[in-house]
Nanobody
């Protein structure tokens, strides 16, 4: 069982930056691939970024490529999403997710956090 807690959301102006963190419980964090997803009002939850168990591979949605980066610190059981050049269309609740071993860009993750709100004003 893995519990995930996101933090770092908030209100930011367009062009600004935020860094989201996701802290995971448990002693096997390094065996979990991690993903970030987001869900805007009235829309489906969509993939944002993912990272492999050792951080060697990362994946991004086309809409955030070049603006967002994902990283992890296995010693701290934490995954990060650095968001730069934010746009109003990035406004959403952001969720982190975990699954054993193999990374995926689909929603096929076993564990989900409660989400953190990101609001980008124009």
């Amino acid at each position: 069982q893995v519990q995930l807690v996101e933090s770092g959301g908030g209100l930011v102006q367009a062009g600004g930056s935020l860094r989201l963190s996701c802290a995971a419980s448990g002693r096997t964090f390094s065996s979990y691939a991690m993903g970030w997803f987001r869900q805007a009002p009235g829309k489906e939850r969509e993939f944002v970024a993912a990272i492999s168990v050792n951080g060697g591979s990362t994946y991004f949605a086309d809409s955030v490529k070049g603006r967002f980066t994902i990283s992890r610190d296995n010693a701290k059981n934490t995954v990060y999403l650095q968001m730069n050049s934010l746009k109003p269309e990035d406004t959403a609740v952001y969720y982190c997710a975990a699954r054993r071993f193999s990374v995926t860009t689909t929603r096929d993750y076993s564990y989900w956090g409660q989400g953190t709100q990101v609001t980008v004003s124009s």
